[in-house]
């Protein structure tokens, strides 16, 4: 498999304030790599560095075996071959949707121009739009005619910015699905930056979370998911809870002074069979689909555990659950 | 300088109020008639006056005439004093204050408002426990800026006889003819101004805006009847009545009578060279401009955003101070040229850039160049900066992006940018006066040296041009405001 972009060693500072250290990652053609981290952690500054849009880091940024920038080497943006999809898409407002996917192929002759705007009108499926002003798209029809606009001069890298902050939920997941699809099709190294765990875990090869200027973990969903490396990454993937001295104790699981025991809060069954562990209801909170119940142990009020229960209304602040719980399904991670 | 703030404030402020939070006939209209006295140079309203109300003027000799009664019989008030100056400033000048204070208002206000109202206070309490505290900033600013026209002011006080430091300057500068003492009153001056500066931006950090955008709750009005309705028609119709209505309808007919006895061949001479050096030099101004905002954008230059933020300084230095600096700092290098030449070749070239059309146009650069400055900033701002990142990733060279994503985008607030630079020149007085070549004549002054003749009815033909020039450009303006 071609490495399509390797990034080594990559940091960078802003005045006296270093945003990012020692980042290193590759990304295969064809292969999407998420960097999860919360609003503000400097995933974009890593993409603009790719594109060249900062120049001012440590490490090496590799693009098809070609170095573009490091400390000594800076190549142009035109010649890198990424394309970045923005946030807010940056469309140009004063062009429609045809001007706008044309606008980077200047340097072609008026019918090859033409042709080619064509073909990506009707690969993007957006060909009854071309007239519209951008303004008169619905969101996901816009960021189809971004994509369009970058992948027009064949990019071998794709840099998406949160590319799917702007649509609502339902326009999400098809959009997900279509870009997914459109990246495998045509081999784009592709790396997409965003702060949604979901939207991460379902779209990528693999996944980078960044925490405190690094990355921390790096693999597949499912291997981050499974097997988080510390705490934050197990917090930032999904809900989890800390498991009672009490029940570590009934199930014979031990841990060390460094080490934390949880459990997803999806893997957690409460019933009613009083052969399993008891626990007292703390608060119980609807959520439409589940209800959240904060239990704790009778020995000890402070070491709580949060649950999800479906389908019952009959839960009262004080009565008592019995909590069953899968040996295998408690993570034992750093603190 | 009391007496502008405190009439600009009374009649500003009222307006901006009844307008903003009531809905009554004609508020429509009200909103923006009540900015037109803008579209007058002050001091033709002020001539106008003057030829109105003076001791021969048209509505005192009507008056007297009603009654059969002699000036000598009755107690009479000139008008060409300082009340009467100040007057006459505010009902020009009062738009400062209103335009601030509304949008103020109306960006800020709506929450609060509704918030007292639920809490079961009166409109009169509304008035006085809410908007008025949370408007001072804004109110504050706008007189401010509204003194600080009048202290610029050269055509009122000089007509009225009033003694300004503009007037001073004037006085030592072609009456004595002494240049230090004309620049000691000009130091004097721009340090009041930059007091008045500081003040400003000091009120203008209270002022927060709030954006227009998704949070941006439009103030629910409160539609009047009877006689509220009335007396809300009457206090909106006052201002405009006087400030722009009264002295519009008097100068068109003073134009009707006297047009044929002053458009000759020189007349149109006049009107040329007024177009040529206004149009000239607002697209000189409008290029430079535009040239400063896109090098600190692209570059983010701090050299060149703190020349930017410098040269926006100039339009808060009175016209007058400017071109007696640029007056002094020219005869420096001319001198220095005519020595040079003198020396070397025996030769006397003259003067070079003093008294010249260029000199003309660098003081109209120094003053304006704010209000270009300003409205690019604007234009681009409302440009996201992800087009300038997009058009380099999309691997597009600068003079390409510029022609074809910067320039359209900006179409607007060039346009408004030159308009606006446009009608300040063909106002402008005093700096044109003073840094003229001879026998170069515009209408502003064409209408000054008619008064100064005592031909206030004939002053009206040249002040028509410049009133109708400016309601033009306000019309063109609003036409691409709305456009937006």
């Known amino acids: 498999m071609t490495c399509g972009l390797s990034v080594n060693k990559f940091g960078i500072s802003f005045g006296d304030t270093q945003i990012l250290k020692d ?53 142009n943006i035109d010649k890198r071959k990424s394309g970045y999809i923005f946030q807010d898409y940056a469309l140009f407002p004063h062009l429609n949707v045809e001007e706008n996917i044309g606008f980077a192929l200047f340097k072609l002759p008026k019918a090859q121009k033409q042709a080619r705007v064509l073909e990506l009108l009707e690969q993007f499926d957006i060909v009854r739009h071309k007239k519209k002003q951008i303004h008169e798209l619905s969101g996901g029809q816009q960021q189809r005619v971004a994509i369009a606009r970058v992948i027009a001069y064949n990019p071998s890298v794709l840099l998406l910015d949160e590319p799917f902050s702007n649509l609502d939920t339902f326009l999400r997941k098809k959009t997900k699905m279509w870009l997914k699809k459109i990246i ?44 988080p490396k510390n705490l934050y990454v197990a917090n930032f993937l999904g809900d989890v809870s800390k498991v009672p001295t009490c029940l570590l104790e009934k199930l014979n699981v031990t841990t060390s002074e460094k080490q934390i025991a949880i459990i997803r809060i999806n893997d957690t069954h409460v019933t009613e069979e009083k052969n399993n562990m008891p626990l007292t209801i703390l608060d119980v909170s609807y959520c439409g689909d589940y209800y959240e119940v904060l239990l704790c142990s009778d020995s000890d009020d402070q070491n709580t555990l949060l649950v999800r229960m479906q389908g019952t209304s009959t839960l009262k602040i004080g009565a008592t659950l019995y909590l069953d719980v899968l040996p295998d399904k408690i993570m034992l991670i750093d603190k | 300088m009391f007496g502008v703030a405190l009439m600009t404030i009374t009649i500003g402020f009222t307006t901006a109020y009844i307008t903003t939070m009531y809905k009554f006939t004609f508020s429509g209209f009200f909103h923006y008639a009540l900015i037109l006295p803008f579209a007058i140079p002050t001091y033709i309203v002020a001539f106008i006056y003057a030829g109105m109300f003076d001791m021969t003027g048209s509505v005192t000799t009507f008056i007297l005439d009603l009654f059969g009664k002699k000036i000598s019989e009755i107690e009479f008030y000139d008008i060409m004093s300082i009340e009467g100056a100040i007057i006459v400033m505010s009902l020009v000048l009062y738009p400062y204050v209103y335009l601030i204070t509304k949008t103020y208002l109306k960006a800020e206000s709506a929450s609060v408002i509704d918030a007292a109202k639920t809490m079961g206070l009166s409109s009169w309490q509304i008035f006085y426990k809410v908007v008025l505290p949370i408007s001072r900033p804004a109110i504050v600013a706008g007189a401010i800026l509204a003194v600080m026209e009048a202290v610029s002011d050269f055509g009122v006080v000089d007509y009225y006889g009033v003694s300004t430091f503009v007037t001073g300057i004037f006085r030592t500068w072609f009456g004595m003819g002494s240049v230090e003492d004309a620049s000691k009153l000009a130091a004097m001056l721009m340090t009041f101004i ?19 955008g998704k949070d941006f709750k439009p103030i629910s009005k409160i539609e009047l009847k009877g006689s509220k309705n009335a007396l809300a028609i009457f206090i909106c119709f006052l201002p405009f009545f006087f400030g722009f209505l009264l002295p519009f309808i008097q100068m068109c007919f003073w134009f009707s009578i006297s047009y044929e006895e002053i458009i000759d061949e020189d007349f149109f001479t006049l009107i040329n060279q007024t177009l040529f050096i206004s149009v000239g030099s607002a697209v000189l101004i409008t290029a430079i401009a535009l040239l400063f905002v896109y090098n600190v954008r692209r570059r983010k230059n701090k050299t060149t955003d703190n020349i930017a933020q410098v040269a926006k300084l100039g339009y808060s230095i009175p016209g007058a101070v400017i071109a007696v600096g640029i007056l002094t700092a020219f005869s420096y290098f001319d001198n220095a040229i005519i020595y040079f030449f003198e020396t070397y070749f025996s030769f006397n070239p003259g003067l070079i850039v003093g008294g010249t059309v260029a000199a003309v146009i660098f003081g109209y650069a120094v003053r304006f160049m704010a209000i270009a400055i300003n409205n690019y900033e604007s234009g681009f701002s409302n440009i996201p900066t992800t087009y300038d990142d997009a058009a380099k990733t999309l691997q597009v060279g600068e003079k390409r992006t510029f022609k074809t994503i910067f320039a359209p985008l900006l179409k607007n607030a060039t346009f408004a940018a030159f308009i606006m630079v446009f009608i300040e020149i063909i106002k402008e007085l005093p700096l044109t006066m003073i840094l003229r070549p001879f026998n170069f004549d515009t209408l502003a002054v064409r209408t000054y040296e008619l008064t100064q003749q005592g031909q206030i009815v004939e002053s009206s033909v040249p002040s028509m041009f410049i009133v109708f020039l400016g309601i033009m450009s306000v019309l063109l303006l609003a036409k691409n405001m709305s456009k937006d």
């Open chain 1, 23 to 75: 980042i290193s990652f590759d990304v295969q053609a064809g292969e999407i790599v998420t960097l999860l981290g919360p609003s503000g952690c400097g995933k974009s500054t890593i993409l603009r560095s790719i594109a060249g849009l900062e120049r001012d880091h440590e490490g090496e940024i590799v693009i098809n075996d070609q170095c573009v920038s490091s400390k000594s080497t800076y190549l």
């Open chain 1, 184 to 227: 495998k099709e045509l081999r784009l190294s592709a790396i997409l930056v965003t702060h949604d765990q979901k939207e991460a875990l379902s779209i990528s090869d693999k996944i980078g979370i960044i925490h405190n200027k690094e990355i921390v973990q790096f693999g597949t969903p499912e291997e981050i998911f499974n097997h």
């Open chain 2, 194 to 212: 930059f007091l008045l500066i500081f003040l400003e931006r000091f009120q203008r950090r209270n002022i927060k805006y709030k954006s227009s």
